[in-house]
């Protein structure tokens, strides 16, 4: 989506942290999600993040959200073989209902 | 759990042919959705339905139809297949209003 930018590759090692990197230009955006998609599949939601939030933890996920540059990133702590797929950043405004999809960020988890 | 499921996993089809892709859901979920979705470019909307007989087209509906005949089925129809037209197609689910969608395996269409 052009609203909605993303690297497009990111390799990490067996057991590091992994960032991915989200922009987008809707001030308005009120909801901000974290989908992924394994292959063959269709996408799952991880988590979201409310726009009013600077940050949200599930887990070994952790979300981060400057409103101000809009930005948005994930981390996943402790990256395993099962988180590769591809990572996709969405986001919505409270009178829309599409969703905005950035372009996905193949992630590969190497050992 | 909300179950989404699509008709066919992958689907060839000729060129000038009549494609009919179909999803359903199990959830009673209010707003229904087609996406495409091709590498560099994610998913793109291509019609949206709110409620049964009620559609509104997305961002690239050109090509496209839809049909919405009961809550829990959504059909996109490519009323003449062309090449471009060869992709991953994506249904998705939500309760009214905003929030999660909920998404189906896809179908990869090959138009040949």
């Known amino acids: 989506g052009e609203d909605v930018e993303q690297s497009l590759f990111l390799s990490v090692r067996e057991g590091d942290s992994s960032v991915i990197n989200c922009t987008y230009t809707?001030?308005?955006?009120?909801?901000l999600y974290w989908y992924k998609q394994e292959p063959g599949a269709g996408l799952q939601l991880l988590t979201y993040?409310?726009?009013?939030?600077d940050m949200k933890q599930d887990q070994r996920l952790t979300v981060l959200l400057n409103k101000k540059d809009k930005h948005l990133s994930l981390r996943i702590a402790d990256t395993q073989t099962g988180d590769s797929a591809i990572y996709f950043c969405a986001e919505s405004s409270s009178n829309d209902y599409k969703l905005s999809f950035g372009a996905g960020t193949t992630v590969t988890v190497r050992a | 759990d909300v179950k989404v499921t699509q008709s066919s996993r992958y689907l060839v089809k000729r060129t000038g042919e009549k494609v009919f892709l179909e999803c359903v859901q199990d959830?009673?979920?209010?707003?229904m959705f087609w996406y495409r979705q091709d590498p560099g470019l994610g998913l793109r909307l291509i019609y949206f339905?709110?409620?049964?007989?009620?559609?509104e087209k997305g961002d690239i509906p050109e090509g496209y139809s839809v049909s919405r005949e009961k809550k829990e089925r959504f059909s996109l129809i490519l009323e003449s297949a062309s090449t471009n037209q060869t992709s991953m197609y994506l249904c998705?689910?939500?309760?009214?209003?905003?929030?999660?969608?909920?998404f189906g395996p896809g179908t990869r269409l090959t138009v040949t």
């Open positions: 339905s709110y409620d049964v007989k009620m559609k």
């Open positions: 993040i409310f726009s009013n939030m």
């Open positions: 959830m009673d979920h209010e707003n």
């Open positions: 809707d001030s308005s955006s009120t909801y």
């Open positions: 998705a689910t939500r309760l009214a209003g905003v929030g999660e969608q909920y």
